[in-house]
């Protein structure tokens, strides 16, 4: 039989995809590795491909504890843990993806497989794959899968169920044989029988022990084999290793050859110890945990590489388990431990247990790190040895999973590969959890092991939680082993690997990612990619071989982007495709430092195409700009000059050539071009740099701007522009900075500054005309701009260092300055200010060391203050005032200055004079005179009178220079002067009155002062009535539209002495409102009535149309307002006074109507029967029907017409009259029903029984029984509170009132005695007979019942319509039809108590509880 499987095997093409996987497999058998030399533990931290520190230090230890516990205390635990194990900080999670482009591409697992299903099929990749490529490669084992399936077909070995993974592959199968395969997928071994598996049942679990001499074999029905993979031979049979009927769900060796693991169906785990005694193979069986206490499903022993193997951990022989609610880790050596317990907590009882160990580098040192995961969160512990020999365990950073896990490999020490509930491969960097690549293996047809799970071989006697975590159990069908990882499927087998760094860049290529496979490899190149496989070395080394790769795609990038360019269509596109393509080109070889290849095969490439050159030379540019491209070669830049000058970009250009090294260009060439196309910074640059020539280009640019300065020319925007950049370079050549950017070397800074000061004073220039004036540069820059250039000089001087040298320069210039501006007349004052202001300045410095004859500064005050003309006033004087600030007060003789200085009208030099001897009254002199400044007077005086640090012999000479100047400031601003008058002089206020002549001006001055709509605080003016008084007669005369409004704001005036001036100049409706105020209506009525009957009387006159229309208006408005006299009033007065109101008003409108027959009338009788109307309509409100209706019919004009002529006039008062009843019955019946709602709740509070909340006395504590005294009383309270009457007694609760006794509740009152309601009446005193307490009748509501009724109040939800009612009433009070009579009491009471006669004295309801 295994001749015949020989026979089918078959060695794959060295082409297809597996040879690879399988060739790999052969070179890394684990029988080498005892080969291999031993490394230390630091060597090994490359070894294990850990570049990084894994783990954060930030650890939390477990706590270890006194006396570990024993193996049988643990197995006695109860399986119910209560609490989960928090095992670590939320803060440490985060599993953010990258967020990238995906692309269409083949199905990863397909790429190379060479199966042609899968290559038809189409997926979208991961956005992880244009980050990191793809990582892994699945492929199909040909060989192996087909000889599975032959097997079951010819020799009845069943289907696949388990495979283990060394240098030799093992698969087990359903019928009980075990296939062992080498690493070229041939067929080896066929070890048992299908009669021996009809016995004990399919293969459930197999493995190899690490010299790969051994294999051990479980079946479903319990049973053991252990095999001779040399010789094929069966060794041992163990059919008693644990209880019967129970199928081996895990069987593992150890790193001893003599020890191994099983772990069954029943959930038991046992230790298997493999002896030759005498020739005589036996083994013996120890249980390490009971199915009994807790079944364990999953069980992981530490296997340490051969290079480990003297790790100190490895002697304590570690073995993880994995039950249904813990995690164990236990020592089998020396001695049987437990090192530590680990509960899951709560979780989904269908996902499965996962356990899985691997040796990890952490700073020096190497430790296991044992993950173990439930569902979707994996945890990991850092396991140690200290000195002592302890075992410590740190947690690690979790990770956080959006899907349930099946199984968790370790594929080096940072990477980790997770197979979900949905057969879909995840590739996570553990470090930074982050998911490397997704795919799906559904394709593989994944073995489960559910049913050795279910023990259905034995009847299927396992618990249903062992069951239900079975049901996606796939422990046996994956195996690993040298970075490969294999998948046992129904009918093949497929291993996984990670791709190599170069595979991983090929790949990408493939599918036509450039960009993505560019970025992937400097990714490498720098350190920062994921999951590399085969780079090893040094740095310098790794980076070397990444760079010659990077360097060849580069180059093929290149190629396709020529290749690839649009021959057809519009320009812009082709342009678009260069601009994507070529900048990558150039971001890669300047990452990568490679200017010879940019420059030499690069570009030629490029030059093959216009557009590409273009397109090259301008992604340069930002390069050039940030100094990041160093060695341009002198054709190239050339060509970028000839570019720009094509593209017209002299902006670009001219920032390109100050940052470039041109000395191997043609300088003289570059020059022409900069100044033909006016690139002056690139001029003085290639001048600088290029021929160290600081001089020529001052020479060029003084040339253009001398010539237009020296006739007297303005100058054009471009030579503006050259003049700026001239006094630029200047300054920075005298500073040592080159121009326009960076420094001169330091080696030429003092002969830089020598030149150009040696320039600058030459006495005349180069090719000078004869009538050229001497020292032409500094002529030219002062007339240029003389403040700038001056500015230039003193930070040069601020640098210079006191030698002889500098000292001598500094002199000579002063006196050159003082030479060309002193002596010619074509300066302005302003200039020749600059000048000796930049003088001052040096003179007043401490180590100053120039010279200046003090007799030019008298020379300079002459100039300013005594022009020929007037013109420039303030201009001079600001030069003046800078000058004497800058310090050149000393060169002046004071007095002379002051007497010059008021001569020429320099206030401001005035004032800082005066400032300076603290003489301020002569100051206000200076703002008063000065017409620029004169409103500035009055914040001055202010400040000086209000601020502190003046001194009240400083402020009294201000204060009377301000008396004395009083008119002149109410002149300026009669607002400004009556605010500080107000503040400073309040008790001078009738003195300046009487002092000021011209009236209008007192006016002015009292409207700003009375009127409090100007600002001014009323409260600080004490004045007398007599003042407001003047004020109301100067208003009457100069403007009387306004005094009606200012007799409504104003206060203090006297009555009858404003109603004398008012009346004196004939403001009818002023008079009226004095004597309406005063009290006098009457009066008032008849002033106002008297005004409209004058204005009646013009409509009696012929007049002009325009007067007639206007007097309309005027007429209706009068009327209004003497309407309005009368409503006002007739609420106070009685019938017989409101009829002599407004009767006479009716009698006035009713009139001119008599004289019908005059012409002019016909036109308004129309006008005049509305007014009538109006007047009617009021007068209804407050006179009897009867009585309008009588008046109206004996007059002429309606008693002789027909009823038809006042039917309007009747029909309108009885609608006024069916309005106001109608109110009236809504109001009344509004009112009842809220009476009746408030009454209601009232009594059904009242009535409602009272519930104690308990059956003693809140005080005493005992039952209100306690005792059967006649004198005692129970008395309970709204709020539920009980109390003996004693007891209240007892602590001041009660007091007698008019031989009523009124309790309060001691405890209520307790916690109110900061509130509002301290007092709180008793509901109901039951004595011994249960008599009820009376209640007093008092006219005012106790504190209980305003309680209640407020509490029903806000029951309500609004403001109650009776109090609406109230103060609607408050204003009608004296109304014939008012509906309420309001006590004229106080205007601010507003409770209703206050206002109404509420005779209302119920028992208020008990408290709610809430």
Known sequence: MEDELKMESQNLDPDQGPCSVTDELSQQPLYQEAASPKLSVIELSKELDSKSDLIDDKEFDIPQVDTPPTLESILNETDDEEEPFVLEDPSLLNIDNIDTHSYDTSSVASSDSGDRTHLKRKKKLHDSFSVHGSVIRLSLLKGISAQIVSAAAKVDAGLPTAIAASSLIAVGTSHGLALIFDPNQALRLCLGSTAVGAQYGAI?????NNDCSRLLCGFAKGQITMWDLASGKLLRSITDAHPPGTAILHIKFTDDPTLAICNDSGGSVFELSFKRVMGVRTCESRCLFSGSKGEVCCIEPLHAKTELRDHPITQYSLLAMASLTKILVIGLKPSLKVWMTFPYGRMDPSSVPLLAWHFVAVQTSVNPVLAFCRGDVVHFLLVKRDESGAIHVTKQKQLHLHYDLINFTWINSRTVVLLDSVEKLHVIDRQTQEELETVEISEVQLVYNSSHFKSLATGGNVSQALALVGEKACYQSISNCGGQIFYLGTKSVHVMTLRSWRERIDHLLKQECLNEALALAWSFHEGKAKAVVGLSGDEHKRKAVVADRLVEILIHYADRTMRKCPDQGKIQIMEQHFQDMVPVIVDYCLLLQRMDLLFSQMYDKMSENSVAKGVFLECLEPYILSDKLVGITAQIMKDLLLHFQDKNLMANMEACIVHMDITSLDLQQVVLMCWENRLYDAMIYVYNSGMNDFI??????FRVIAPPLSAGKSLSDEQVIMGNKL???????????????GNIPEDLVPLVKNQVFEFLIRLHSSEAPIDEEVYPY???????DTREFLNVLALTFEDFKNDKQAVEYQQRIVDILLKVMVENSDFTPSQVGCLFTFLARQLAKPNNTLFVNRTLFDQVLEFLCSPDDDSRHSERQQVLLELLQAGGIVQFEENRLIQMAEKAEFYQICEFMYEREHRYDKIV?????????????????????????YSAEEKQPVWEKAMKHIEELLLVSPSKAADLISIHFSDQIEQIIQNLQDQFLLFQFLKSLLDPREGINQDLLQLSPSVTELFIELLCQYDPGQVLEALQFLESYRLEETIQVTQKHQLHEASSYLLEKKGDVHSAFLVILEWLQSKLLTLTQEAEKTTEFISLKDIEDTLAKTIALCQRNSHNLNQQQREALWFPLLEAMMSPQRLSSSTVLCHYSEFLKNLTMQVLNNMAAFIALPLIL???????VYGRGKLGEIQGLVLGMLDSFNYEQTLLETTTSLLNRDLHWSLRNLKASVTKGLNPKQDYCCICLQQYKRRQETADQIIVFSCGHL?????????????ESKGQMRWTCFKCNASNKGGKLSETSSEMKKSTPASLAQTSSESMLDPQQAQAFDQLCRLYRGTSRLALLTELS???GGEKHGLLRVSQGDPSLNSIFQNETFQLHLTPPPLLED
């Open 204 to 208: 459930s679990a197999l493995s190899i």
């Open 696 to 701: 020529t280009p001052m020479e060029k640019l």
């Open 727 to 741: 006094l630029v370079y200047i300054s920075c050549c005298l500073a040592g900075r080159a121009y326009p950017l």
């Open 778 to 784: 500094v002529r030219t820059l002062l007339h240029f």
């Open 925 to 949: 002199d200076c703002y008063l005179r000065d017409p620029l400044r004169k409103e500035e007077v009055f914040t001055y005086i202010h400040n000086i009178l209000s601020i502190p640090g």
């Open 1190 to 1196: 009588q008046r109206i019919l004996q007059d002429p």
């Open 1283 to 1295: 109390y003996h009457s004693l007891c209240l007694l007892s602590k001041e609760c009660g007091t």
């Open 1370 to 1372: 408050r204003d009608r």
